[in-house]
């Protein structure tokens, strides 16, 4: 980090002492002082610097005990949205948004998915239509986690079924508290409700929360994902997640040792250990700038380690492994493995290979994208929407 | 240990387009081909193409007679040899034996440096770093015994053999025309095995207790094998897509179904996950890590299995060609599966890990 840098996270330091200033005016503060995102703008949380100089100024804040921005209570927010926003807001928009977003006092979640588009994401079919200056939406989105907790969510609806239909998409900000905006919990696998499902009747969206143009919705989603992509797999040390978990368990728990047991952990240590390396070695590409294609096959990978390693932690715990702390329904405000038991990491890792892109059209996409082979058979292409088969 | 530069510097893109260029002009299949049917003709002339342009001597210090470049730059000759399976003693002598070498006072290091001798160290291609040194003994002044399957011997000038003195281990370099040669048939013939035979041979001490500098020796070997192994997988990877391009069933590409491209959008994974696994092992060689043994073992135990996964990949979706010798995967095969045995097969890793990262049995 350049020292102009350093010594201004010093003295904003010094001017906002974080055992003494209020949490929430220590991080609006924080936003005003362009030390949110200090490759964000001037005036939008940031310095217009190199993103390469986020981590460092994090660290100092972590160091000096600064509040956070609940990141795991909005990681839409912050990962998805935000990007969004700066890329095809208007000024009026990024200036409504994004200081309530950076410091939580808004959460947002993620109006994409529906019942008939998960892998097929363009396929959506929810409807905004014209009435004045707002638009109507009608339908039905699901998965959404966190919809719950959130203040606003980034929508994708059809604006016009007359076009294929990447082409007749529009990308909205929906206010969860408009009338007609209706939040049902989605009970899992696990036991617990993190996602839901999100009811739309007759919501009235006013047209300055439109990101993006009208019929542009695919390109600013795609931002949207890219977004997403590009923060799978944050900077870890060696034995973080996981694989940390299940080696505790083993050295402190000598009588579950077995050497069939043995073999197999060591062969999901390394796993985990060199796909940490992968990802730190994508990450260092990205800092310097390099593209890095290679996202969706580091997720895939990561999801596979732990889907086993989860299945690993059950048999190893043996007897105990065939008890489940707790079947109630709560609806949680984030994924927690670390918090629970191994039953619940085993269910809730099933999801790895399935949420942010499943695993088989994330091998299509390092197939095609990365490996230049032929793209599947499409038979909706290039025909109106409303003419294709659902 | 999270701090080290996994990627590729500048400088060393340019050694691995100046190494790809000279082994696409002297390594043709063909001829590493008729190394099955004893013809060897290519060995000597690629070996010293290699050498005159400094290779032999990349990891030795230009005070001492070499290029003074360190094992990040041997890191990338030795995926491009692996990528061309070229059939030469870089591994051997150039890391290996010159290791081992850099921690003595020997002049034979420049010779060695400089390409005008080639060396080989005395022990079992299939040794782990960990494993039991299997010694000559010493009667008199002179050495006798026999290794095993050495690569790297009926190409080197002078041996280094371990030898067990009443001190210790101690390493003593013998002249190649004094020891009796015997190849045997290899799986590899890229890369050769032979046992040699030490008959009351003469020999000069070159280090005496070297077993911790043999230790360390076998260590940087596995450590750049990985390498050498992640040059072996991405060949495979690279030449399997472009012929699933090419090639039509069906009426299509076959490379356009599904179950194909999954295989291959996985094995790109591996491969990807292999090349930070042997920059890893390579850095903290490199800068002398602590963590060195481990970051070579779990390199070697990962990449020696995607290295074969991507060689019997490469075999199966060639299908009936990939069986022939009339395309080279079969040599990629070879390779890959002898290397996994080399310097250690991935479960002798694993077992020498555990202890290292606090996982005993």
Known sequence: MNDQLDQRVARFLTDHDPRTTDPGEFLRARYDAGLAWVHFPI?????????????GVDRMFERAGAPDNKPRVNPIGLGMAAPTILAFGTEEQKDRFLRPLWTAEEVWCQLFSEPGAGSD???VATRAVRDGTDWVVNGQKVWTSGAHNARFGILLARTDSELPKHRGLTYFVCDMTTPGVEVRPLRQITGEAEFNEVFLTDVRIPDEHRLGGVGEGWKVANATLNSERVSIGKSADRESGLVGVVA???????DLRTPELHDRLLRLWIDSEVTRLAGTRLRQKLAQGQPGPEGSAMKLGFARIAQQLSGFELELLGEEGLRYSDWTMVRPGHVDFNGRDAGYRYLRAKGNSIEGGTSEILRN?????????PAEHRTDKDIPWKESAK | MSDLDLLYSDIEDDLRASVRDLLADRCDPDAITRLYDGDRSVVDVLWKSLTEIGMAGLLVPENRGGQGASSREVAVVLEELGRAVAPVP????????????LESESNLLALVASGDRTAALLLPWSMSPDGEIPAFDLVGESIHGTATSVAGAIEADVLLAPVRTASGLAIYAVEAAGASLDPVVSLDMTRELADVSLNHARGELVMADAESAVRRALDAGAALLASEQLGVARWCLETTVAYVKERKQFGRPVGGFQALKHRLADLYTRVETACAAARHATAALSDHDPDTSAAASIAQ??????????????????????????HPAHLYLKRAKASQIALGTPGRHRARLAPLIGLPS
Do not use: C, D, K
């Not at chain 2, 870089?90 to 070498?101: E, N």
């Open chain 2, 90 to 101: 870089f591994l051997t002598s150039a890391v290996i034996a010159t290791t081992l070498l």
């Open chain 1, 121 to 123: 994401l363009a396929n």
């Open chain 1, 43 to 55: 005036g939008h949380g940031g310095l217009g610097l190199e993103q390469a100089h986020q981590a």
């Open chain 2, 301 to 326: 135990a990962f990449n020696a299995e995607v290295s074969v996964h991507a060689a019997e990949e490469a075999v199966q979706l060639h299908a009936g060609i990939g069986m022939t010798w009339e």
């Open chain 1, 365 to 373: 996409i390092v197939a095609e994208r990365v490996l230049g082979l």
């Open chain 1, 248 to 254: 505790r368990t083993w050295r402190e728990r000598p």
